[in-house]
């Protein structure tokens, strides 16, 4: 990984593949760049690849402070900036798509197009009152015990037994407070609303089995919004159907996007 420093803040990133265009893969709570490996090696072959570890997560800086999405993605328009990365297109899985939302609404001018792979966007109430216990497990000592099992109920059985044992024992990749302040502020104290209306350019959202996401009040906000949906794969779907991520990525990239 390499490093850039944002006012002393070390936040780390990998650039490889081709020189242009550009294209950037931010990863969802508690997890790192590595949850786009498949990713970087198929769009590395046409596409400079940028992975990111957004603050707080991987090898970058953990300081004590708020993890909201508009720092998330503050940090993320710097670093396109510094890297000289000229309209890229942005690609975010679960928190890393509301990162991305945010983005778009500050900085209309940084992305080409973006794509949200199962990020949590309007969710139901009952979505919300299952994860208010999960908020107050991760202020206690067994946070870690709280996060994994979130995570594996995102899993289906029909998800590969071997990557979800990797998969579990390698995340997280946030320490506590980082995982307690990034979930408040991008689900249950976040609206996405001001950001999903003030995103203008072509933006794809690629569900999963299990919706997470409250998709026909999404496309009132942002009309331009193209669905579609992996089959046989939970949350995880970069890890799990890498395949149908690929193909769905290049679809929409061909139809929608002046590349």
Known sequence: ???????????????????????????????????????????????????????????????????????????????????????????????????LLELAARYPDTPDALILIDSILFPSQTLLNALRPLVEALTGPDYLEAYRMAMLSLFLSADDEAKKTSLISYIPRAPQHVLLSSLIHHVTDYDPALAASGCHVPIAYLGATVPLADLFYFKGLTPQLVVGQTLGSGHFSPVFVPDQIHAMIVDFLKGYVQQ
Not at 16 to 39: K, M, R
């Open 1 to 99: 990984m390499q490093i850039l420093k944002k006012e002393s803040i070390a936040l780390a990133y990998k650039d490889s593949g081709t020189e242009y265009p550009a294209i950037v893969l931010v990863h969802g709570w508690g997890c790192d760049h590595t949850v786009f490996a498949a990713q970087e090696i198929f769009f590395g072959k046409s596409y400079r690849v940028i992975t990111v570890d957004l603050r707080g997560h991987g090898e970058s800086d953990a300081p004590e402070s708020s993890y909201t999405m508009s720092e998330f993605a503050d940090d993320l328009a710097w670093l396109c900036h510094k890297l000289s990365l000229v309209r890229p297109v942005l690609v975010g899985h679960s928190m890393g798509g509301n990162v």
